[in-house]
């Protein structure tokens, strides 16, 4: 699995991790959600995906392992939830 993160989104959070204290960014950041729509509503939008977490389709091997899991796919890429495990836990290509 990879999490990929929007260039802008990034460079943002960079500059305003550079410029702000620590302890006031989540408080400035979710202050300039608010505040947005009112200062650029003018402007064209375009949507932006913030974060997301990209999953990579199940091998031959991670198949066999989830025999007794419930295969689940999402948006067309397999994964496994192993069988009676209610947490969200998916089992696959994960990073070691």
Partial sequence: MELVIDPD???VAEFMQS???ARKLIGVAESLRAVAPIIWAHYDQIP???IELLAEPLS???REHCSESRL???E???ACLR????SGAVAGNLPH
């Fill in 76 to 78: 067309s890429v397999p």
């Fill in 72 to 74: 689940v796919a999402s």
């Fill in 9 to 11: 989104v990034k460079a």
């Fill in 19 to 21: 410029k702000i204290e």
């Fill in 48 to 50: 932006v995906r913030g």
């Fill in 83 to 86: 069988a009676g495990d209610d």
């Fill in 60 to 62: 031959l091997k991670a």
